[in-house]
Each structure stands twice: as structure tokens, then as C-alpha cells.
């Protein structure tokens, strides 16, 4: 099994700053790309930023500038630096990974979610 656990999350104020960590754990041979998403209540889980084994990035609109992601390999874990948060941050982010437990075969996990409140 793949466990992918988030932390960090919690509640900040409009302005403030939260750093997310996502940390996997169990049968991993290799980690390709690892990601953020958020779900708000009611909507939709959408893509904040994702990162490549070799640390190309993409980001949503929402989150350029603003948002940081990284990851280190050696732990297995991703982060998300969230600047200048504002109120529609808030949701439940979940971490993707793609992870392959044997040579050239892959297949995507996702973390229980984080809540992330952020407070006018």
C-alpha cells in the first residue's frame, strides 16, 4: 500500500501565510509527479499546482505568485507554500502522487485532505 498524509493545514487570516507538507509513505519504487488540489464545499476539485520528479511546475491561475510548490525526494514529500492567502482559499486540499512500486508502471493515490480556513 501508498499512504500519502497531509499536514498543515488550519486556519490563517486573509493575508497570512500556511505551508502544506504531503508525505508518502509504504511500497514506493519511485514518485513521479506530485500535486495539489482543493475541493471547496459544493464545487469541484481543481488542480493548485502539481511538480515533476525533475521539479518542472505548473500552477493555476489562482495560485501564480502567490503559491510555492516543492518537493524532496529523499523523503518522499511535497509542499505548498501558500502566501497572501484570501477567503475563496478556502477548501480541503488533497495531495496527488504518482507513484510506481516496480519499473515503468505507475498509478495515481491522493492524501485524506487538509482543511484550509482563511478568514476575512
Known amino acids: 500500500q501508498v499512504q500519502l498524509v497531509e499536514s498543515g493545514g488550519g486556519l490563517a487570516q486573509a493575508g497570512e501565510s500556511l505551508r502544506l507538507s504531503c508525505a508518502a509513505s509504504g511500497s514506493i519504487f519511485s514518485i513521479a509527479d506530485m500535486g495539489w488540489y482543493r475541493q471547496a464545499p459544493g464545487g469541484q476539485r481543481e488542480l493548485v499546482a502539481d511538480i515533476s520528479r525533475g521539479d518542472s511546475t505548473n500552477y493555476a491561475d489562482s495560485a501564480k505568485g502567490r503559491f510555492t510548490i516543492s518537493r524532496d525526494n529523499a523523503k518522499n514529500t511535497a509542499y505548498l507554500q501558500m502566501n497572501s492567502l484570501n477567503p475563496e482559499d478556502t477548501a480541503v486540499y488533497y495531495c496527488?502522487?504518482?507513484?510506481?512500486?516496480?519499473?515503468?508502471?505507475?498509478?495515481?493515490?491522493w492524501g485524506q485532505g487538509t482543511q484550509v480556513t482563511v478568514s476575512s
Open positions: 496527488r502522487a504518482r507513484v510506481s512500486y516496480v519499473l515503468n508502471s505507475y498509478t495515481y493515490y
